[in-house]
């Protein structure tokens, strides 16, 4: 394999999906988000993203809100329903360095 593309391999290899966006919310530009962490607002400890459908494209910030039981957030430079329905479905990763360290005998599921 060429060289850059052994180094994509290897930091694909590092990432870890959290969470996932949904359809668009609203007419702002506001998306549904589905959390994998738990407790499911532990996702925002974790910026920046990396957005599965634009590998190139890392979320730095959101403003969020609480909906039943999930979040929708708000993505800056995404301000309406059709800027942020190229995000539906991706999936949202970090870098498995940006988890805190773990004591020995405890895991990450």
Do not use: C
Not at 7 to 25: D, E
Not at 67 to 86: A, C, F, L, S
Not at 93 to 105: A, I, K, M, W
């Amino acid at each position: 394999l060429p060289e850059a593309s052994t180094q994509r391999q290897a930091q694909a290899n590092k990432l870890v999906v959290i969470g996932k966006l949904g359809a668009p919310f609203g007419v702002k530009g506001w998306i549904k988000l589905f959390s994998y962490t738990e407790p499911k607002k532990n996702i925002f400890q974790y910026l920046p993203w990396q957005v599965s459908r634009h590998p190139k494209r890392q979320i730095e910030t959101v403003e969020y809100k609480k909906t039943g039981e999930n979040y929708i957030i708000k993505i800056p430079d995404y301000d309406t329903p059709e800027d942020v329905r190229t995000l539906t479905m991706s999936e949202i990763s970090v870098y498995r360095d940006q988890f805190p360290n773990l004591e020995p005998g405890e895991y990450y599921w």
